[in-house]
């Protein structure tokens, strides 16, 4: 057992969000989280946990049901600073095409006058 200091850690939980009746593909969500643990291996269990947690279905207002399922955890890192103030970087990560980034993660990314 790791009898060292709680440090805070980064967890990267994914989730698939399904409406019956087959009309519409799946979704998939990241929640980032934040968890407190003495160990990689202990913020990766707390975060399986949490995600398997948040499992849920229900109806929706047109009765369909929608199925929120936990399907894994993509990451956990130690948190890049100890601090948790204000305006501080918690969790960084890098890819290897900005084009592919823009069309999965975010269309209002606008490219930055440096771009080439």
Do not use: C, K
Not at 2 to 31: Q, W
Not at 72 to 84: I, K
Not at 86 to 106: G, H, I, K, P
């Amino acid at each position: 057992m790791n009898d060292g200091p709680e440090v805070p850690y980064i967890a990267v939980l994914v989730f698939r969000t399904e409406v019956g009746g087959g009309y519409a593909p799946a979704r998939f969500s990241e929640d980032i989280v934040l968890i407190r643990a003495r160990s990689p291996e202990r913020a990766r269990a707390v975060a399986e946990t949490r995600g398997r947690e948040e499992e849920t279905s229900y109806a929706n207002e047109y009765g369909e049901t929608v199925t929120w399922a936990f399907v894994g955890v993509a990451d956990v890192r130690e948190a890049l600073y100890d601090s948790l103030d204000e305006n501080v970087t918690l969790y960084s990560r890098s890819f290897d095409d900005l084009a592919r980034y823009r069309q999965v993660f975010s269309s209002d990314l606008a490219p930055h006058d440096s771009e080439p």
